[in-house]
């Protein structure tokens, strides 16, 4: 294949009919593709929200009507519910579920971070800093609390198989009920 040189190429070289139709019907192609995914992927939402309305409501509340924990169809499917904790903790409530965590034998689960703020050159200072910030001359620090999310779902999903209440709305979890159909 030879390679044009286009800058030198770009007033003499001149593309067919043939070429430009091509070029016009891929455009169309394109923006065709384009639209037909938009298309396929709000269907595909709709699908997603009909299916969590069968699994999640319809299913597991048919269960429940009929007081039965598992069935088996007539098509030979397996139908039971299951129970996943989701979590999302707020970050205007990080400081007051970090408490509650420390104050319910939970400590291990909440990492800090140490932020002190210097300027260039003051590596002495940084250096000095190994005892109490507050004795050391420092004012311009923080604490930032953080909690690894999954950990603190096990450590709820423990509790609650224990039958210990945790305060799930502080943390921003919630409890998924979900048919299984095997």
């Known amino acids: 294949m ?10 003499t070289v001149e593309a067919t009919d043939a070429q430009l139709k091509r070029i016009s019907a891929l455009a169309d192609r394109q923006v065709a593709l384009e639209a037909y995914i938009e298309e396929a992927e709000a269907s595909l939402e709709a ?4 299916h969590r309305q069968v699994s999640e409501v319809d299913l ?6 009929a007081q039965v924990v598992s069935f088996t169809t007539t098509s030979g499917r397996h139908v039971s519910v299951s129970e996943k904790l989701y979590m999302n903790i707020p970050k205007v409530r990080k400081s007051e579920c970090a408490e509650w ?9 909440v990492q800090e971070d140490l932020t002190v ?20 001359g420092y004012q311009d620090w923080t604490v930032t609390e953080r909690m690894n999310t999954t950990a603190v779902k096990g450590a709820f999903n423990e ?11 502080k943390f921003g979890g919630y409890i998924r009920r979900a048919a299984v159909v095997k």
């Not at 030879?2 to 007033?11: K, L, R, S």
């Not at 699908?47 to 009909?50: I, S």
């Not at 597991?60 to 009507?65: K, N």
């Not at 210097?118 to 005892?131: N, P, T």
């Open 2 to 11: 030879q390679e044009i040189d286009w800058e030198t190429e770009a007033g």
């Open 47 to 50: 699908l997603k929200d009909q």
């Open 60 to 65: 597991p509340g048919a269960l429940d009507e």
């Open 101 to 109: 965590l420390q104050a319910n034998g939970l400590r291990s689960l």
């Open 117 to 136: 703020r210097f300027e260039r050159g003051e590596e002495a200072r940084i250096v000095a800093l190994q005892a109490v910030l507050e004795a050391a």
């Open 159 to 169: 509790r609650m198989q224990n039958g210990e209440e945790v305060p799930l709305e």
